[in-house]
């Protein structure tokens, strides 16, 4: 039985070694075809994909690109929100399964949300913009949080 073909068109700079133990995962049930960068043009895209099975995408999969893909059964999107980078019409049209990684950056989105509530309370932006411009006012150093409900 011949392995599926395994493509992941656009991986980033350096994602290989930080997934090695996964992608060597994929090697082993297929033929693993991993291109770095995005392509440039579609006839670039269309070149990387075109004998797929499974394609392991980090962006967008374009429509045009998606009708290039004669064997395609699978398309799974490393983040969330996979309906912005497939079209997921064409994929039923097409009885190609997509599928996304839930949870994907849920600690990550957590953090930033409550930086920005600790930047903004303290005036963080502002008193950077201050200092940078060479002034310092001491009187301007945000709220305290102790005992106060925020949120």
Same mark, same amino acid.
């Not at 930080?18 to 579609?42: C, D, M, Q």
């Not at 600790?118 to 005036?123: I, K, P, T």
């Given at each position: 039985?011949?392995?599926?073909?395994?493509?992941?068109?656009?991986?980033?700079?350096?994602?290989?070694?930080?997934?090695?133990?996964?992608?060597?995962?994929?090697?082993?049930? #297929?033929?693993? !075809?991993?291109?770095? #960068?995005?392509?440039?043009?579609? !006839?670039?895209?269309?070149?990387?994909? !075109?004998?797929?099975?499974?394609?392991?995408?980090?962006?967008?999969?374009?429509?045009? +690109?998606?009708?290039?893909?004669?064997?395609?059964? +699978? +398309?799974?999107?490393?983040?969330? #929100?996979?309906?912005?980078?497939?079209?997921?019409?064409?994929?039923?049209? !097409?009885?190609?399964?997509?599928?996304?990684?839930? #949870?994907?950056?849920?600690?990550?989105?957590?953090?930033?949300?409550?930086?920005?509530?600790?930047?903004?309370?303290?005036?963080?932006?502002?008193?950077?913009?201050?200092?940078?411009?060479?002034?310092?006012?001491?009187?301007?150093?945000?709220?305290?949080?102790?005992?106060?409900?925020?949120?």
């Amino acid at each position: 039985m011949t392995k599926p073909i395994i493509v992941y068109p656009d991986a980033d700079t350096g994602e290989a070694d930080a997934h090695s133990v996964h992608l060597n995962r994929l090697r082993e049930i #297929g033929e693993l !075809r991993l291109f770095t #960068g995005r392509p440039k043009t579609h !006839r670039e895209y269309v070149e990387r994909v !075109r004998d797929a099975n499974a394609i392991l995408l980090g962006w967008d999969l374009p429509h045009d +690109v998606m009708l290039e893909i004669p064997k395609l059964e +699978v +398309v799974s999107f490393t983040g969330i #929100g996979a309906s912005k980078f497939v079209d997921i019409s064409l994929a039923q049209t !097409r009885t190609v399964t997509v599928c996304n990684c839930p #949870g994907y950056s849920d600690n990550t989105v957590a953090e930033h949300a409550l930086a920005l509530l600790l930047a903004a309370a303290r005036r963080l932006p502002q008193l950077d913009s201050e200092l940078r411009a060479g002034r310092w006012n001491q009187q301007t150093s945000g709220q305290e949080l102790k005992g106060k409900r925020i949120g």
